[in-house]
């Protein structure tokens, strides 16, 4: 008997034993095959996570970043307190103590989970979120199976003993997902509260805390209830903690959820900031500009680029008005609306403000109309829509029409507004400033390059070539002045043929005798081509090459007035010379490129191009005063200052230039449909154009000391008239 017991102990122990080693074997060599897939931990030393590449204004404003994904890298230094007791609070309250797995808390989390019938908590640790973000899911093993959650406590135990806890915790704060694109608790705290996070409330650091489980879920944007019962969850998870008082939660969860306002993207200089991402591309690499965090210092002029932005939409919609109301494309009853009162528009869900232009919904009209935008109502009365001619907006409304209203006035204690009527201009504009002070000459302050980025990206300041009209002759007088003709030389104004082309004047009249003064002023157009004839087109190539025309330029006489196509780019910067004494300055964007660690990756000096000669260039200033003393651009006379400039306009009216500066800024602005038809009868440059161009210099020299031009020095006349000779044709019958 003791026999046999003792011979079935022995073999319940054996086969225990057996299993065992069994057991130990499998499990071995299951950690062995995971771990061998397992990333180097080590490689943290060398891992760089994506980061934002920021763009900045001259004055150091950041007016645009590249991303994808937005991230704001911080130190250990830089993390609140606040925010770190709240993160380890919320998401591992034994942080400090375990080494990576908290068995404690996993069993705490798996009976809580029990009770209440489904997931109320989860049994993750930090370390163990982290090695899913920092490895797994960037390795495409992120699926929820046993073989995951293995090499998860692996690596969070190897994370465990090559890092120390303020380590873990900083890349933890940097890497982790928060929802709406932010990446990082600092990109997060700046998208959701406008704020750096040493200045976050105990309110604002618990939702952040509360988010990482799920951004989407608990998003303070698409889901603010749920948002607002997690965040008070972790407030309370805070006072458990001892992070904060009772007192303090208490306090902090009476606090609404206020976030920043949201930001329009890239409404400052879309056009500018998007001519920098072509070309850091093609220089760096499209990962080089959208993960490696560059920075980029540009030459752009915060304020100029807001006057250059409001004047160009003005100008626009003033063209717009004076050709008539359009009438309404959309009607919401027609769509099928019963209640007015509770349509939402996708434009309503950015801030409002006063004079911005949005859609509103006409409730009723009549004799006056009640529109609706958002929660506010405001009363539309005749003068409201004076510009369309009709009596009464009864005229031209009805309701549940869509139509764009700019806000005059903004009442949001009684959500009233005042509002008048607008519409979309179906014209483009352009507009390039280029700095001619001695410190910053070739810098380009502002660019516009349409009405609207969104709703098309092309560029029409850098992308377009169009025809210039006479906005192209002051380059004809520049190489005919620097070959000795003088201002008062006297040329003749009458009809001429020129081996079958017969240029007239835009007036169809002839004035004779006239001094190269006047014909400039008045925009005359057989004294520009017989001009160009006496000196040939092959002559004015190269002058139109040194400043900076690369556009094709056909060697035939109409190119005097404009007939090739150029960029009003090239236009701003070719005019630039001339207040420059004679130096052409390449235009800039950028001065200094660096990387995240403030290594210089590019630095841009001014490059010089020599023109023509100071004295020349400063006879060409004078010149080009003359259609603002008395010609074609009287009206910037107004402005009361120094200025020059010169018109242009093509045949048919299809585009309208005005390019002008004054001693330190050189000014361009285009005004056309992007196909080529006409603007309209007498849309002329000084009509389309050159009111946008008074609107910014009058608003960006508002205050500002009066400049002066240098003086032209006196030149002995010449004995001899440029009208000599002037039939016979150098030039070609286009």
């Not at 991230?71 to 609070?89: F, N, Y």
């Not at 380590?167 to 997902?177: A, K, P």
């Not at 409001?310 to 050709?323: E, F, N, T, W």
């Not at 001009?531 to 330029?553: C, D, F, H, M, N």
Request: some cysteine; charged content about 25%; proline content about 5%.
């Amino acid at each position: 008997m003791k026999f046999h017991l003792q011979r079935y102990l022995g073999s319940v122990v054996f086969i225990f034993l057996l299993t065992l080693s069994v057991g130990v074997g499998a499990a071995a060599g299951v950690l062995f095959v995971y771990n061998s897939d397992l990333p180097q931990v080590r490689s943290l030393e060398d891992y760089r996570p994506s980061v934002v590449t920021e763009v900045y204004a001259d004055d150091g404003q950041p007016i645009g970043s590249f991303a994808l994904e937005r991230r704001i890298l911080v130190t250990w230094e830089q993390l609140p307190k606040l925010l770190k007791d709240a993160i380890v609070s919320v998401e591992d309250q034994n942080f400090y103590e375990h080494w990576g797995i908290d068995f404690y808390g996993v069993a705490r989390a798996t009976l809580k989970n029990i009770m209440a019938g489904r997931v109320v908590e989860g049994g993750s640790t930090l370390t163990q979120q982290l090695s899913k973000n920092l490895f797994l899911v960037r390795e495409g093993t992120a699926e929820k199976t046993l073989r995951r959650k293995i090499q998860e406590a692996m690596l969070s135990i190897q994370i465990e003993r090559n890092y120390t806890k303020p380590q873990i915790l900083t890349m933890y704060c940097n890497l982790g997902y928060l929802g709406h694109g932010q990446y990082g608790f600092a990109a997060a705290a700046e998208f959701y509260f406008g704020k750096n996070l040493k200045d976050l409330t105990i309110e604002e650091a618990a939702l952040l805390a509360a988010l990482p489980r799920s951004p989407t879920n608990y998003s303070p944007i698409l889901n603010p209830d749920r948002a607002l019962l997690r965040r008070n969850y972790a407030i309370d998870r805070m006072v458990a903690q001892k992070a904060i008082t009772a007192a303090q939660g208490e306090e902090a969860k009476k606090r609404p959820i206020r976030l920043a306002p949201r930001k329009r993207p890239d409404e400052l200089a879309p056009y500018f900031v998007e001519e920098l991402r072509q070309y850091l591309e093609d220089k760096y690499g499209s990962a080089a500009v959208h993960e490696s965090g560059l920075r980029v210092y540009t030459t752009l002029n915060v304020e100029l680029q807001k006057i250059a932005n409001s004047a160009v939409r003005q100008g626009l919609r003033d063209y717009d008005k004076r050709h008539g109301w359009r009438g309404i494309e959309r009607n919401l009853v027609d769509e099928g609306a019963t209640n007015l009162a509770v349509v939402d528009l996708p434009e309503w869900r950015l801030p409002i403000r006063t004079n911005d232009i949005v859609p509103g919904v006409v409730l009723s009209a009549g004799r006056t109309a009640t529109v609706r935008i958002r929660e506010y109502e405001a009363q539309l009365t005749s003068p409201d829509i004076a510009w369309t001619k009709a009596a009464t907006p009864g005229d031209i409304l009805k309701t549940g029409d869509v139509a764009l209203f700019m806000i005059r006035s903004l009442n949001s204690a009684e959500r009233k507004m005042e509002v008048s009527l607008e519409q979309k201009p179906k014209a483009q504009g352009a507009l390039v400033a280029i700095s001619t002070r001695a410190e910053e000459a070739g810098d380009v302050k502002a660019m516009v390059g349409g009405y609207d980025f969104d709703e098309s990206k092309f560029n029409r300041a850098t992308q377009a070539q169009r025809q210039t009209g006479s906005a192209f002759k002051p380059f004809v007088y520049a190489a005919a002045v620097d070959l000795g003709l003088q201002l008062d030389d006297v040329i003749i104004d009458a009809p001429i043929n020129f081996g079958g082309y017969a240029p007239h004047n835009y007036d169809n009249k002839y004035e004779g005798a006239i001094t190269v003064r006047h014909a400039l002023g008045e925009s005359r157009n057989i004294p520009a081509v017989k001009t160009l004839a006496r000196i040939g087109v092959p002559t004015l190539i190269p002058y139109l090459r040194r400043l900076g025309i690369t556009s094709k330029i056909e060697p035939y006489l109409p190119v005097a007035l404009g007939a090739s196509d150029i960029t009003l780019m090239e236009m701003t910067s070719a005019y630039s010379t001339f207040p420059n004494d004679g130096v052409r300055v390449v235009p800039r964007l950028i001065t200094r490129v660096t990387d995240y660690d403030g290594n210089v990756r590019e630095e841009n000096l001014p490059e010089l191009r020599d023109v023509i000669s100071a004295e020349k260039a400063r006879l060409m200033v004078d010149l080009l005063q003359e259609p603002v003393r008395a010609g074609t651009a009287v009206k910037a006379k107004a402005l009361g200052r120094p200025v020059a400039g010169k018109t242009g306009t093509t045949n048919d009216y299809t585009d309208a230039w005005f390019m002008g500066f004054t001693p330190s800024l050189t000014l361009g602005v285009w005004v056309g449909f992007d196909e080529k038809v006409t603007l309209g009868n007498e849309e002329t440059g000084a009509r389309a154009a050159l009111p946008i161009w008074i609107n910014v210099i009058q608003q960006a020299y508002k205050d500002k000391p009066i400049e002066q031009f240098q003086p032209a020095q006196p030149t002995e006349p010449k004995p001899q008239n440029v009208a000599e000779g002037e039939n016979e044709s150098t030039g070609r019958t286009p």
